[in-house]
């Protein structure tokens, strides 16, 4: 196939399939097994998605000649002359410049015929250099929307759990990952939801995903109430009688126990119902589970017991910073998930927005209710435009309650609640406030919103 046929080819494809997930996928190929399993996938991948699959092998002659260099003082003493140590060095440069190649080759002949005889559209691509670093410059400059690779490579040992080149890349880019440990991706399919961009762009693929294998959708969603009670016990081993007065240990406490417990599961339940909206809306249905725990533990032991073909979630989560490469959570489980898992990057982010907030509206619609949903305040607040209602498309006034504003002293009462719990306090605040009809957060509003909540009649009616 030339390369002007098959640029026309990509171009058509392109433009009578733009609905379809992924375009252009890169798969990383070293004669591994785990490299056939990705060569497979792409294959699957590509016949539905109608998409370009790239194979692409990395060799690096510079190591071995370094290599060779490094091993020259061991040579017997008639090789150590320099005019014969020159003549070993061109021989031994040609002759792994020239294996090496053939080698490299050969890999991906095997890629080559595979996805000949599946009829895709395919390209063979050989690089040299420190494998993942070509893999990592590829990506970037290449316009791929997937790339696949194993999570472990040729030199794998029992003890491997993830290789070096695997994480290596993974790390270093923001496309999507399909990270390959076995060569199934025939059984049921979990979806990690966490309220973060990433994980409803990973909602989004999951339906795709479930609808194009036809295959069982579950979402799980973890919330943490444990880390606090930690939190707390460590707290009340350093504070004095006088400190913990100071600091109402027993009432902030109190406060953990009788809300945050119980408002972060409303808040991941309230994650899953999205993630469901969005699936109903695609006439997909999937089950729902919320668990409390560490997360990765949690998502761990329900994948062992499930026993899914594939894990989809976001590189990062809700507790994202920028910069941060990947996740606490998706780092263990990329490490210990005994299945496939598809990391969500960036690059389909901005795709989901809208139907986030389609659904986020959908579900106000639905369910009446006013205010926003908890997890994608920002998205609603901006989509309105902070204004006190707007008209949907079937006629009926969506109401979308008022920002309140906190003066400084009011502000400065609720400085001293730890920060892992602060917030809900304000809003539990904020609530108490349109409650009564105010919009300005003032020191007499906290102090009777605090009375509200230590009496406990603001709880029982959360």
Known sequence: MSGRSLKENLRSVRKRHSAFMYKKILVTVDNSVTSNYCIDHGIRLSKQHHSLVVGCHVYDAGLHQKRFRDMEKGLPARYQDESVLQRQRELHTSLINTGLRLISESYLDVFDKKCSDAAVLHEKLLLEGKNYCEI???????????????????????????GSVCERVVRRINTDVLVVKNDSLDGDMVVAVDGSNLSSAGVKYAIDFANSFNRKLTAVSVFDPHYHRVAFESIAKVLSKEAG???????????????????????????????????????????TVLLDGKPFDQILKFLEKKKPSLLIMGRTGIHNVHGLDIGSTSENLLRLAPCNILLVGGNSVSETKTELVNAELNSLRGNKTEGTVAGYEQPIRKLMSNKAEKRSNDGKTLKIVDPVTWTQEARSQTDRIP?????????KIEEYARGKGCREITSAIVNEAKAELMNGSMIHNS
């Open 136 to 162: 990592v410059k590829e990506v970037k400059s290449g316009g791929y929307d997937l790339v696949i690779i194993g999570a472990a490579g040729l030199a794998a040992v029992d003890k491997n759990v993830i």
């Open 245 to 287: 007065q100071v600091f109402r240990f027993k009432e902030q406490e109190t406060l953990h126990e009788e809300i945050i417990d119980r408002g972060l599961a409303k808040i991941y339940q309230n994650h899953l119902d999205n993630a469901a909206s969005l699936a109903k809306n695609a006439g997909i249905g999937v089950d």
């Open 419 to 427: 920060p892992f719990i602060k917030e809900v306090v304000r809003k």
